[in-house]
């Protein structure tokens, strides 16, 4: 992968109108990452998602949480905005660093993907969980602090840019270029 470049902030607001025009209601599945281990990432063209393991073969449920506690439903997928990525990564090799599953053409906005909303991915069904999904320290290691801070601005909070938490409530299968949509 190629060296990154962190941008500034002022880069980064400009790519706002850009990702202020993602699909509200139907949009892409762009990218499909499974984290077999930590740090170690697998890029998937289609990949099973099951309402008790997540995306099968992802280390969600035998890493647990971040304290050491057993994995959380209501964190068990991660969905993020392809726009924003994009923004971020600059390059579509560097996406799976952000160490989210879904990377989706969606508006993901608190407003358009409230806790609850559910959405179909290929034959699955998730749901937007209510815990807000921040970011860590690798992310502002691989992206800069300044992508950190835009990611969490209590200005551009309402846009979800590091995107939302799922959990599967339909099992089924999902392939890069399914639609996602809004149900």
């Known amino acids: 992968m ?3 470049r962190h941008l500034t902030t002022a880069e980064l607001e400009a790519g706002l109108d850009t990702i202020r025009q993602s699909p509200r209601d139907k949009g892409v599945l762009e990218l499909i990452v499974r984290r077999p281990q930590t740090d170690a990432r ?4 289609e990949g099973e998602l099951d309402p008790a393991q997540g995306l099968v ?3 969600w449920g035998p890493r647990g949480s971040a304290d050491g506690a057993p994995a959380v439903l209501d964190r068990q997928l991660t969905l993020m905005n392809a726009r924003v990525i994009a923004l971020l990564a600059q390059t579509k090799e560097r996406w799976p660093l952000a160490g989210d599953q879904l990377f989706v053409d969606l508006d993901l906005s608190a407003a358009n993907v409230p806790p609850g909303t559910r959405l179909a991915i290929g ?4 749901a937007v969980t209510a815990p ?3 970011g860590c320290r690798k ?3 691989r992206f800069g602090a300044d992508a950190m801070a ?3 601005s209590p200005t551009w909070k309402h846009l979800q840019l590091r995107g939302v938490h799922a959990r599967v409530m339909k099992s089924g299968f999902i392939h890069v270029g ?3 949509r809004k149900l």
């Open 2 to 4: 190629s060296e990154p």
């Open 150 to 152: 835009f990611v969490n």
């Open 132 to 134: 807000p999904h921040t």
């Open 57 to 59: 073969g992802d280390n």
């Open 139 to 141: 992310f502002t290691a």
């Open 42 to 45: 697998e890029v998937l063209e």
């Open 123 to 126: 034959s699955a069904v998730v």
């Open 178 to 180: 399914d639609v996602v």
